[in-house]
């Protein structure tokens, strides 16, 4: 599955432009400020309808324009092609259509166009809030188990009035107890779905990892948001004094966690950045290799300013790691001769020259 066609308009200060991407890898070089990155939000957009640089909408469209647009042709690995759009409006109103149909959420974007994203900062994965560990988490979830987002909602809306009933009591007791079965049902099921998965995620990422750095006696571990030893039913019981003091649900899915130690402390808290950076690139590499096991599509790679925190033999060892995967990959970089090397021959690589917001493709360095 790759991008054929990529169409953009009114994003940040790029020019309007239309550009046919290589299936494999495309490099984006200019000198900063230019446009670079805003041409890989620009994808980011088309693929989950939001920004990766910015929570707020308005500085991604272009100065007194009203909206901005992204079009895609997606050409997937069985099958024909597919038609994708996203148009995001100053109000905040945005418009999804999926080949000439409205879409009902970013949810169907994503799941035809799985995106990876790797800038400078990745890092936060490690050293952020738990909520990004469990998006990074619910992410490959979602991609390999088609059952985890029906599960997921059930157990928001769950989660949702068990709140609600906490801070207002609104609820009469045959009520509250059907909630909170249904919480610890749905509960149960997003637990057995982030398990399988991290079981399956643990050898793909050690053997990447080991193919990046030596860390020896770094693992990767979950916490499933509840005492290991008792079942969440109890925990809510026990907890429910607690939980209507602070006026929400203390513990369940909703507090899992990812957790990356090495020598028994937190992995963040010793490995350098260049380190994380590469842990974290390991855990998205491992991602794609099991998305692709799982389904017919593999993930489109967004890697800003690749070259940045890492010497020349770990961007090398990385670029042959992204190559290995045998997917569409997007990198910037100030300077395209130091990705001279990085690539096999037969490897399909296109150049793209990115000055004041105009992008030019150019030839392959390699020609």
Same mark, same amino acid.
């Given at each position: 599955?790759?991008?054929?066609?990529?169409?953009?308009?009114?994003?940040?200060?790029?020019?309007?432009?239309?550009?046919?991407?290589?299936?494999?890898?495309?490099?984006?070089?200019?000198?900063?400020?230019?446009?670079?990155?805003?041409?890989?939000? #620009?994808?980011?957009? /088309?693929?989950? *309808?939001?920004?990766?640089?910015?929570?707020?909408?308005?500085?991604? =469209?272009?100065?007194? !324009?009203?909206?901005?647009?992204?079009?895609?042709?997606?050409?997937?690995?069985?099958?024909?092609?597919?038609?994708?759009?996203? $148009?995001?409006?100053?109000?905040?109103?945005?418009? =999804?259509?999926?080949?000439? !149909?409205? &879409?009902?959420?970013?949810? %169907?974007?994503?799941?035809?166009?799985?995106? %990876?994203?790797?800038?400078?900062?990745?890092?936060?994965?490690?050293?952020? #809030?738990?909520?990004?560990?469990?998006?990074?988490?619910?992410?490959?979830?979602?991609?390999? @188990?088609?059952?985890?987002?029906?599960?997921?909602?059930?157990?928001?809306?769950?989660?949702?009035?068990?709140?609600?009933?906490?801070?207002?009591?609104?609820?009469?007791?045959?009520?509250?107890?059907?909630?909170?079965?249904?919480?610890?049902? &749905?509960?149960?099921? =997003?637990?057995?779905?982030?398990?399988?998965?991290?079981?399956?995620?643990?050898?793909?990422? @050690?053997?990447?990892? $080991?193919?990046?750095?030596?860390?020896?006696?770094?693992? /990767?571990?979950?916490?499933?948001?509840?005492?290991?030893?008792?079942?969440?039913?109890?925990?809510?019981?026990?907890?429910?004094?607690?939980?209507?003091?602070?006026?929400?649900?203390?513990?369940?899915?909703?507090?899992?966690?990812?957790?990356?130690?090495?020598?028994?402390?937190? &992995?963040? @808290?010793?490995?350098?950045?260049?380190?994380?950076?590469?842990?974290?690139? *390991?855990?998205?590499?491992?991602?794609?290799?099991?998305?692709? %096991? &799982?389904?017919?599509?593999?993930?489109?790679?967004?890697?800003?300013?690749?070259?940045?925190?890492?010497?020349?033999?770990?961007?090398?060892?990385?670029?042959?790691?992204?190559?290995?995967?045998?997917? !569409?990959?997007? =990198?910037?970089?100030?300077?395209?001769?130091?990705?001279?090397?990085?690539?096999?021959?037969?490897?399909?690589?296109?150049?793209?020259?990115?000055?004041?917001?105009?992008?030019?493709?150019?030839?392959?360095?390699?020609?």
């Amino acid at each position: 599955m790759s991008l054929s066609r990529v169409s953009v308009t009114a994003v940040r200060n790029l020019h309007p432009v239309t550009i046919s991407p290589s299936p494999r890898i495309n490099i984006l070089y200019g000198a900063n400020g230019s446009g670079k990155t805003s041409m890989l939000e #620009a994808v980011h957009l /088309l693929g989950l *309808a939001r920004s990766f640089r910015s929570t707020r909408l308005l500085p991604v =469209i272009q100065h007194e !324009q009203a909206a901005c647009t992204v079009f895609g042709v997606v050409d997937e690995t069985e099958g024909g092609p597919r038609n994708l759009g996203v $148009s995001r409006e100053r109000n905040g109103e945005f418009t =999804i259509r999926i080949d000439g !149909q409205n &879409a009902r959420s970013a949810a %169907q974007l994503a799941e035809i166009m799985p995106l %990876q994203l790797i800038n400078p900062d990745s890092f936060r994965l490690l050293e952020g #809030a738990p909520k990004i560990r469990r998006q990074f988490l619910d992410w490959g979830v979602f991609h390999v @188990e088609p059952r985890f987002m029906g599960t997921w909602q059930r157990l928001q809306k769950a989660l949702k009035q068990r709140n609600s009933w906490l801070r207002h009591g609104t609820l009469d007791a045959a009520s509250q107890a059907a909630w909170d079965r249904e919480l610890c049902q &749905a509960s149960a099921e =997003i637990d057995e779905y982030r398990r399988a998965y991290i079981k399956a995620l643990k050898p793909v990422f @050690e053997q990447t990892l $080991s193919e990046l750095v030596s860390l020896e006696g770094l693992t /990767l571990s979950y916490y499933r948001g509840w005492d290991k030893d008792r079942e969440l039913v109890e925990v809510l019981s026990t907890s429910l004094f607690r939980d209507q003091q602070m006026g929400h649900t203390q513990a369940g899915p909703q507090r899992a966690d990812l957790r990356l130690r090495l020598g028994g402390h937190n &992995a963040a @808290e010793i490995l350098s950045r260049g380190q994380q950076k590469l842990v974290v690139c *390991a855990l998205r590499i491992a991602q794609g290799h099991l998305v692709s %096991q &799982a389904r017919r599509g593999q993930c489109i790679y967004l890697v800003d300013d690749l070259p940045s925190e890492l010497d020349e033999q770990h961007r090398l060892s990385l670029c042959r790691l992204l190559e290995d995967l045998r997917c !569409q990959v997007f =990198i910037t970089c100030v300077d395209h001769e130091l990705l001279r090397e990085c690539w096999q021959t037969e490897t399909p690589v296109a150049l793209f020259h990115v000055e004041q917001g105009c992008i030019t493709q150019t030839h392959d360095h390699r020609e």
